[in-house]
């Protein structure tokens, strides 16, 4: 049994990650013969594209995937540690599954992902869910035939979760969600430590992947007959500056882009390490998508600096009107907290200000939520959960305005349009996402998914488009 520590988990050194290229084990290709398994992810794109590897490497196995939990052989619970709701969720989950178990005692039964790599939730679960069979964290995916190897034979809870820096781990395998769209990381871990984000702790130090390999990813992809590709990482704003070379983010865009994908997009980036040449290259190449994610978390200055963010809302400001300037068609969106330990309600109006500036396309929206080992879970908070609550809803009526505001200018509009598959509201139409990512119902054709087409915007909503396919070309 391997736990994680918090101590250990929060150390950075300058050894450099080894880099493990995977293979599964002979001896581990049939454990998983005449077996079905189910996979529930809950957080962020980085646990969805672990998921895919996960499943992945569960097929390499001979399991077969059931849309269905209660039919599985094997139930896997792919964990996020960013707010109490989805620890909530997550354990609710859990108890229900339990008495799944207790009437097919021989089902699997795991958790993995970034929860676990919590100190408090591993120990939680040693002392109240002994029952489960398999507990890994997000270190050592890899490790999965092993792990469940050993779970068969020994029949007792097998948890293994390390708190390191990390390693990279090369050629893992991915069954992808869509055959159009994929995630490539790029990086693994952050080092920014902000005062309120676990992250740092549960998925290790800022760690970069060679831009040889990352390339070499997307081209793959490309032959495979992928639109669109978004580079992934907690901070990919980043990228390289982890690695002895002169090359970042801006090149790593731009030789993306160079490859000839359709699309390009990347996710998270951290306001600090935009450069004025990222926002060069997304201008320079059609094919880099004019969306982008730029989390505020609080507009007021005092805030900023107890979240150990690093920039000031005026730089923030400054940063988001250069990149209109120059993407003139730009969509931004943004993530912010409110109610963190010591907000006043002149620092949650300075929030109002900013959002009244920048007029966001959409946000994430949420009330602080503390997480035991980062440093705000260790601030005063005076603010009641009422006043909190208001806060938020106050924030979510601004923010809904200016989103409806944002998609209204889209009003007969012509754009391009990834069709991904039928609407889940109308199975008559077809969904998908624009360029600025606004998500689309187009009337049009089954045979039109998988491509890149016009279509005119005919009805806007506050969250969603609908359009038929322009044929006027």
């Known amino acids: 049994m391997q736990m994680p520590n918090l101590l250990e988990a929060k150390k950075r050194t300058k050894i450099e990650p080894k880099t493990i290229n995977y293979e599964i084990n002979k001896e581990y290709k049939n454990l998983g013969t005449n077996k079905t398994y189910h996979i529930k992810t809950y957080g962020c794109q980085m646990n969805e594209h672990d998921t895919e590897n996960i499943k992945a490497i569960l097929e390499q196995m001979s399991f077969k995937e059931t849309d269905i939990m209660e039919n599985a052989d094997l139930i896997l619970l792919n964990t996020c540690a960013i707010r109490e709701n989805a620890h909530n969720k997550v354990f609710g989950m859990v108890g229900r599954i339990k008495h799944l178990k207790e009437s097919r005692p021989n089902i699997i039964v795991g958790m993995c992902g970034c929860m676990v790599q919590e100190e408090v939730i591993a120990e939680e679960i040693i002392s109240k869910y002994k029952w489960l069979d398999i507990v890994f964290g997000t270190h050592n995916i890899n490790e ?3 792990l469940l190897s050993n779970s068969l034979q020994e029949k007792k809870l097998n948890l293994e979760v390390y708190s390191i820096e990390g390693d990279i781990i090369e050629n893992m395998p991915a069954k992808r969600d869509s055959k159009y769209k994929a995630w490539v990381n790029i990086m693994y871990g952050c080092d920014k430590f902000c005062t309120y984000c676990i992250v740092p702790y549960t998925r290790g130090k800022q ?6 390999n990352i390339i070499n990813e997307v081209k793959e992809l490309i032959k495979d007959g992928y639109k669109e590709v978004t580079l992934l990482g907690q901070n990919v704003n980043a990228y390289g500056k982890d690695l002895d070379v002169n090359y970042d983010m801006s090149d790593l865009l731009e030789e993306t882009a160079q490859t000839g994908i359709e699309r390009v997009r990347f996710i998270t980036s951290h306001p600090w390490d935009f450069t004025d040449k990222m926002i060069e290259v997304i201008a320079k190449y059609p094919n ?3 969306y982008i994610h730029l989390p505020l978390q609080s507009g007021s200055n005092k805030i900023l600096k107890l979240m150990g963010r690093r920039y000031t809302k005026e730089e923030y400001i400054t940063l988001y009107n250069k990149i209109k300037e120059i993407i003139p068609n730009c969509a931004i ?4 907290i409110v109610g963190f330990p010591g907000e006043t309600e002149e620092d949650f109006k300075d929030t109002l200000d900013v ?11 949420f009330i602080f939520s503390p997480r035991e080992g980062t440093p705000a879970a260790k601030m005063e908070d005076n603010t009641p959960l009422e006043t909190k609550e208001q806060r938020l809803y ?5 923010i809904n305005k200016y989103a409806r505001q944002a998609n209204e200018k889209y009003q007969d509009k012509v754009v391009p349009v990834l069709i991904e598959g039928p609407s889940g509201k109308n199975k008559d139409l077809f969904m998908g996402y624009t360029d600025t990512m606004k998500l689309v119902n187009v009337n049009t054709t089954k045979d039109n998914i998988g491509k890149i087409i016009n279509v005119k915007i005919t009805d806007v909503k506050t969250w969603s488009m609908d ?3 322009d044929k006027s070309e």
Do not use: G, H, Q, W
């Open 394 to 398: 106050e924030l979510n009526e601004l």
């Open 333 to 336: 969106t943004t993530d912010i």
């Open 288 to 290: 880099v998508m004019p």
């Open 467 to 469: 359009a038929v396919e």
């Open 355 to 365: 959002v009244n500036t920048c007029k966001y396309d959409s946000a994430f929206t």
């Open 144 to 146: 999965l035939p092993r």
């Open 207 to 212: 760690r970069s992947r060679t831009k040889e």
